[in-house]
């Protein structure tokens, strides 16, 4: 369960390094935001799996 939110956790900080990489480009959505959105869905992804099968 605590692997659920470490998971979630590190999503949300790839998804405000993703947004932070679109305020430095003006907006801009370059191949680094891109991945770090990547990333960020990926975590997601994997937390909501782990959240769904362990209840």
Request: some cysteine.
């Amino acid at each position: 369960m605590a692997a659920t939110y470490v998971l979630a956790a590190l999503a949300l900080a790839f998804l405000v390094a993703a947004g932070r990489r679109c305020m430095r480009g003006r907006g801009a959505m370059d191949a680094a935001a891109r991945t770090w959105l990547l990333i960020a869905l990926i975590f997601t992804t994997v937390a909501a799996w782990l959240q769904w099968h362990t209840s």
